[in-house]
């Protein structure tokens, strides 16, 4: 089985654009998880969506927004981009049954300059 | 509100020896406990996880413990290989929502 593949694996962008990360999960996994990783909070959780629906989020603003297609795939959008969005992306998928057995992508790297 | 709590941001073990990671949680609703692994450049894996109603979960040389009245969760590795040098993190999912401490630095020394 593929594993999950994000892209791009790197960007840079400057302060006020927008940004689209995308992810695949693995073939079979409907759960799709996304989460920010930076040096000093660690990994925190943005959103997961189920069946294209978001079915919880974490403590981001509106600026952070997904999406998710019916094959499973998922977008992140992040709108009028700040320096401190300079993160590590990482996207994950789970089966329904074995959620907490989370596979996580490689991650996009987002420079904001 | 920082509701997983790993306190030693890095951790040197002698390769052979016991290493024990250390995980501390505020919400005691929390329905389970995990923990992944995590190399430089790749993504999280999964290591082992522990349902909420027991107290111990081993797999092979990683085994966890949770003490409930202590609000306390440990990982222990033996014996510890090179291999092992990563970062660790703690877990918590409650209601399909994972909450990620900030890690544990694990070096594994010669």
Redesign the interface.
């Known amino acids: 089985k593929a594993g999950?593949t994000q892209t791009p694996r790197y960007l840079i962008k400057t302060r006020g654009q927008q940004v689209t990360l995308s992810c695949s999960p693995i073939s079979g996994h409907r759960s799709v998880?996304w989460?920010q990783q930076t040096p000093g909070?660690?990994?925190?959780?943005l959103f997961?969506y189920f069946s294209e629906t978001q079915?919880?989020k974490?403590n981001f603003p509106g600026r952070f927004s997904g999406r998710q297609f019916s094959n499973s795939r998922s977008e992140m959008n992040v709108s009028t981009l700040e320096l401190g969005d300079s993160a590590l992306y990482?996207c994950?998928s789970s089966s329904y049954r074995s959620?907490?057995?989370?596979?996580?992508?490689?991650?996009t790297r987002l420079t904001v300059l | 509100d920082q509701q997983v709590k790993q306190n030693s941001p890095s951790l040197s073990v002698q390769e052979g020896r016991i290493s024990i990671l250390n995980c501390d949680y505020t919400n005691s609703m929390f329905d389970y406990f995990l923990w992944y692994k995590k190399y430089p450049a790749e993504g999280p894996t999964f290591l082992i996880s522990i349902s909420s109603i027991k107290d111990k979960n081993e797999d092979g040389r990683f085994t966890v413990f949770l003490n409930k009245s202590a609000k306390h969760l440990s990982l222990h590795i033996v014996p510890s290989q090179p291999g092992d040098s990563a970062v660790y993190f703690c877990a918590t999912n409650r209601d399909d929502k994972i909450i990620f401490g900030k890690g544990t630095r694990l070096h594994i020394l010669p």
């Open positions: 999950v998880s989460y909070q660690g990994l925190q959780f997961e079915r919880n974490g990482l994950a959620y907490n057995e989370q596979f996580f992508g490689p991650g």
